[in-house]
């Protein structure tokens, strides 16, 4: 085995191999191109078990990650470095590593009807920040659709149907948008008075853009999505670790089971 490799030409070679989805891709991506910043930020060109054990340290400590994002940073690395061993490029250092026991898993809450409420009147919507944030927040605690969903949707995948409107998303596990969502007025309501304020000009747009300076009309990215609802959360006295974007579709499921159960009493 050499002495050092070149992590991106590896790192290439090993993504068109995995029969994975193309946003699972861009995960591993994601996570191995930080771990391949840290060897090179401490000038390590042979990396060893006891790095990556550094490693895992360094995500905890100084990086602040929960042990279940950690895990999955380690099964990223421990998936490339078993196939470097496999294509007899790299000895397996990661083949007895262990990752952090799930102890710290916060299990998400959800919010009740009246904090709902409370959230909705709390945006003032006449602000474009603030007629997007109603829309997105009312949209996800309505329908409990995903945030990768919202993430992902464009203006062209709102589909106008009578009396209500159809919003096309990308389900879970699959790489095309093969389920649509039905949205009663009070829900698509906001996204128009939204969008019409953009003033969209191609239905290839984002249906939620960042409305940064630098990513004007972007799509909103996923951290995004979780900064605004936590800000928005706390802006009403919620800051919960166990209530966070997560929750709105917690808390759309919930509301749904509640209303189920009153619309059949035993």
């Given at each position: 085995?050499?002495?050092?490799?070149?992590?991106?030409?590896y790192?290439?070679?090993?993504?068109?191999?995995l029969?994975?989805r193309e946003?699972?891709?861009?995960?591993?991506?994601?996570?191995?191109?930080?771990?391949f910043?840290?060897?090179?930020?401490?000038d390590?060109?042979k990396?060893?078990?006891?790095?990556?054990?550094?490693?895992?340290?360094?995500l905890?400590?100084k990086?602040?990650?929960?042990d279940?994002?950690?895990c999955g940073?380690?099964?990223?690395?421990?998936?490339?470095?078993?196939?470097?061993?496999?294509?007899?490029?790299?000895?397996d250092?990661?083949k007895k590593?262990?990752g952090?026991?799930?102890?710290n898993?916060?299990k998400k809450?959800?919010?009740?009807?009246?904090?709902?409420?409370?959230?909705?009147k709390?945006?003032?919507?006449?602000?474009?920040?603030?007629?997007?944030?109603y829309?997105?927040?009312?949209?996800?605690?309505?329908?409990?659709?995903r945030?990768i969903?919202?993430?992902?949707?464009?203006?062209?995948?709102l589909?106008?149907?009578?009396?209500?409107v159809?919003l096309w998303?990308?389900?879970?596990?699959?790489d095309?948008?093969?389920?649509?969502?039905?949205?009663?007025k009070?829900?698509?309501a906001?996204?128009?008075?939204?969008?019409?304020?953009r003033?969209l000009?191609?239905?290839?747009?984002?249906?939620?853009?960042?409305?940064?300076?630098?990513?004007?009309g972007?799509s909103?990215?996923?951290?995004?999505?979780s900064?605004i609802v936590?800000?928005?959360?706390?802006?009403?006295?919620?800051?919960?670790?166990?209530i966070?974007?997560?929750?709105?579709?917690?808390?759309?499921?919930?509301?749904?089971?509640?209303?189920?159960?009153?619309?059949?009493?035993r």
């Amino acid at each position: 085995m050499g002495v050092n490799f070149d992590y991106k030409k590896y790192l290439y070679m090993f993504l068109d191999l995995l029969e994975l989805r193309e946003t699972s891709k861009g995960t591993y991506k994601r996570q191995l191109k930080l771990f391949f910043r840290w060897l090179e930020n401490r000038d390590i060109v042979k990396p060893n078990s006891e790095a990556i054990a550094a490693y895992i340290v360094y995500l905890e400590k100084k990086k602040g990650l929960s042990d279940f994002t950690i895990c999955g940073y380690l099964t990223a690395i421990k998936l490339f470095f078993s196939w470097l061993e496999t294509v007899n490029k790299y000895p397996d250092i990661a083949k007895k590593i262990k990752g952090p026991k799930k102890k710290n898993i916060i299990k998400k809450a959800f919010l009740n009807n009246e904090q709902v409420e409370e959230l909705l009147k709390s945006i003032d919507r006449a602000t474009v920040d603030g007629k997007r944030d109603y829309a997105l927040i009312n949209l996800m605690v309505s329908t409990g659709i995903r945030i990768i969903e919202v993430q992902q949707a464009k203006r062209g995948d709102l589909i106008d149907c009578c009396d209500f409107v159809v919003l096309w998303a990308q389900g879970k596990g699959k790489d095309f948008k093969n389920k649509h969502i039905k949205l009663e007025k009070a829900i698509f309501a906001p996204i128009y008075e939204y969008l019409d304020e953009r003033k969209l000009s191609s239905d290839t747009e984002p249906l939620f853009a960042s409305h940064s300076k630098k990513n004007f009309g972007q799509s909103i990215t996923i951290r995004s999505i979780s900064r605004i609802v936590k800000n928005r959360l706390r802006a009403i006295g919620i800051n919960n670790k166990k209530i966070s974007a997560d929750s709105l579709r917690l808390t759309a499921i919930n509301l749904k089971k509640i209303t189920k159960i009153k619309s059949h009493p035993r």
